[in-house]
């Protein structure tokens, strides 16, 4: 009985590296990848003017929680600083 289990599992094991293998034919002739809107082969965008805005405005949002962090950041060193300065007298 094992023997059957074992034989089954190694045919799926194979028909899944044939899948994986004919996915790759693309990446193997040297077409780049390519995603939905532009990605890494190119910079023709397929999202509707909406979906591209909503990128655009989810970006600027992330820019500046990430510019917000760093002047807390170097706000709350700078403030560190001069509160441990003024402990020291």
């Known amino acids: 009985m094992q023997g059957g289990m074992f034989s089954t599992a190694l045919v799926a094991v ?3 590296g044939l ?3 004919a996915m790759a034919v693309g990446l193997l002739r ?3 990848l390519k995603g939905s809107c532009g990605g890494v ?3 023709a965008c397929l999202c509707s003017d909406g ?3 909503a990128c655009e405005l989810k970006q600027k949002i ?3 929680a ?3 962090a760093a002047e807390r950041a170097a706000t709350g060193a ?3 600083d001069s509160s441990s300065a003024g402990t020291a007298s």
Do not use: D, H, I, P
């Open 14 to 16: 194979g028909a899944f």
């Open 19 to 21: 899948l994986f293998a």
């Open 30 to 32: 040297g077409k780049a």
């Open 41 to 43: 082969a190119g910079s």
């Open 51 to 53: 979906q591209q805005q």
């Open 62 to 64: 992330k820019e500046a």
């Open 66 to 68: 990430e510019r917000a």
């Open 78 to 80: 700078a403030g560190a």
